[in-house]
């Protein structure tokens, strides 16, 4: 893609210190605000090589909400199920990959140089974002309100100076800001070697659409269908082995060939990943915020690396964006690591649980132990579908305290309406503003104030009592009750016999407002 390189500026409202996928989202979630935006990228160009290969149907939803679903679907690949296999192929246990409240399937695979693509569709047509490719940020420090920012230019070394109302912080897991601020990693206990290979099928083969994890007790793999045409393959290193030296003798070929039978292929990369389980203590400093691997490193077995990145832009972008167009107070910022923390930290222990029943099954087809006594404790919901990865609920931080509701820090269910002049879905009626969604008419709920307040916000009232449905899901919520909903999609709260919709807007107003 052929990009620009702007001219520096002085003042931006937003600074993005990294451009992979994470950055490029909050480009594309804070560029309807019509901010100022500028992007330091030490990369000339997109990455060329695959790093993260799966989204779940948030992430998903909330790429198809920009505009990019039709496209989204083109470079998508969906798995038919996932399952963990014994190396003699039996089927310890295996889920389906459906379709959730969401309207996507709860995991897709891609290729990211792809994705990137996508999520760069629209930066050449941004009047208010300049990105700087080929710079890093070499230094920062706070003047007043502002950061002081400096950036080296890595072609001839030349030295630029640019300020920023707020800093985001990109850059992965050797973030330079975060070692910059000295913000610490909290420690979740997981730290082991894989060997990953990405492989390209020479000719086009059926083969099936499956996230694969065969419980090996000789080496613990991960086998996963990108296309037609390539693979991820994921080997856990054992105790003694070198990986370095498996790779540069090319040894990892006879634990490639025996998976591919047959099939011709070539190694489109190989690399040592050390899979970390990690978070940082602080994801907020004053003005400055860190997102995606800056902030946390998932091991990858519930795929929720990327994803939950791209949940921290999700989550940050509106309300940064508020506070700087003056439509609420700055203290709503504080929710962004009091929701984002819980949530993460749930889903490193979910990935490490998963991480360790694939270990355990090994051992358990090694020495033919019953299943129930081989999976360890912490591992157990996940082996017997008591516990979802992909449930992202948060039940901390900008939400109702009035009334308690298990949908409450949830996303609003996919539905599509329809009248007698269109069908529309209601991630268009939301149009990343708040909402109140009731089977009636909101404005007559509602006193003078808080409509007045509501409309200051831009918020959208949406009465369904006008529109045609059919969604179990959803007629189930709203028959609880009236709702709100955040930007992100998220349910605010839900009306109750006790507990009114002036009731719930009057609470809203006071966090976000005083």
């Excluded at 998220?490 to 002036?502: K, P």
Aim: glycine share 6%; hydrophobic share 40%.
């Amino acid at each position: 893609m052929d990009i620009k390189l702007s001219q520096l500026e002085d003042y931006y409202d937003i600074i993005i210190s990294g451009f992979g996928p994470v950055g490029q989202l909050c480009f594309n979630l804070l560029n309807k605000y019509g901010l100022k935006i500028g992007v330091v990228e030490s990369n000339f160009d997109i990455f060329s090589e695959p790093r993260a290969i799966s989204m779940d149907d948030e992430i998903q939803r909330i790429i198809g909400s920009l505009g990019f679903g039709d496209n989204l679907k083109d470079i998508i690949n969906v798995p038919d199920f996932a399952d963990l296999i014994f190396p003699n192929g039996k089927v310890v246990l295996r889920g389906p990959v459906t379709s959730t409240s969401n309207g996507y399937p709860f995991v897709s695979t891609f290729h990211q140089p792809e994705l990137e693509n996508l999520l760069r569709t629209n930066l050449n047509e941004s009047k208010n974002t300049d990105i700087f490719f080929g710079y890093e940020v070499i230094n920062l420090k706070r003047e007043a309100e502002l950061i002081d920012i400096s950036i080296k230019n890595l072609k001839d070394s030349k030295l630029s100076r640019i300020k920023t109302k707020y800093l985001f912080a990109c850059d992965g897991s050797d973030s330079f800001i975060r070692n910059k601020l000295k913000i610490d990693l909290i420690d979740l206990k997981y730290n082991k070697e894989w060997l990953v290979v990405d492989v390209n099928l020479n000719d086009s083969y059926d083969i099936d659409p499956v996230a694969r994890y065969i419980c090996d007790p000789e080496r613990p793999t991960i086998f996963t269908t990108l296309s037609k045409d390539r693979i991820r393959l994921e080997f856990q290193m054992l105790a003694g082995e070198n990986g370095k030296d498996i790779i540069k003798e090319n040894k990892y070929i006879k634990f490639v060939s025996p998976l591919l039978r047959d099939r011709e292929y070539k190694i489109e990369r190989s690399y040592i990943y050390r899979y970390r389980g990690n978070c940082a203590n602080e994801l907020r400093q004053e003005n400055i915020f860190l997102l995606g691997d800056a902030a946390h490193q998932i091991p990858p077995f519930a795929g929720q690396g990327l994803s939950s990145g791209l949940r921290d832009a999700a989550n940050l972008c509106w309300k940064i964006a508020l506070v700087i167009k003056n439509q609420c107070n700055d203290k709503i910022l504080d929710t962004y690591e009091i929701e984002r923390i819980d949530e993460v930290s749930n889903s490193i222990n979910s990935s490490i649980a998963l991480g360790k029943l694939i270990d355990s099954l090994s051992v358990a087809f090694t020495k033919n132990t019953p299943l129930e006594e081989a999976i360890p404790p912490e591992a157990r919901e996940q082996a017997y579908g008591k516990k979802t990865l992909t449930d992202h609920s948060i039940s901390k931080g900008l939400f109702s305290s009035l009334v308690k509701d298990n949908n409450i820090g949830k996303l609003v269910p996919m539905i599509e309406f329809s009248n007698k002049v269109e069908k529309i879905s209601i991630d268009d009626l939301l149009d990343s503003r708040f909402a109140v969604i009731s089977n009636k008419d909101p404005n007559g709920l509602l006193d003078e104030s808080a409509l007045s307040l509501f409309k200051e916000i831009n918020a959208v009232f949406i009465n369904i009592s006008k529109y045609d449905f059919l969604n179990p899901k959803f007629e189930e919520l709203i028959d609880t009750g009236d709702i709100i909903v955040r930007p992100d999609k998220m349910i605010y709260g839900i009306t109750s016999n006790e507990v009114t919709l002036q009731n719930l807007s009057d609470e809203l107003f006071e966090r976000l407002f005083k």
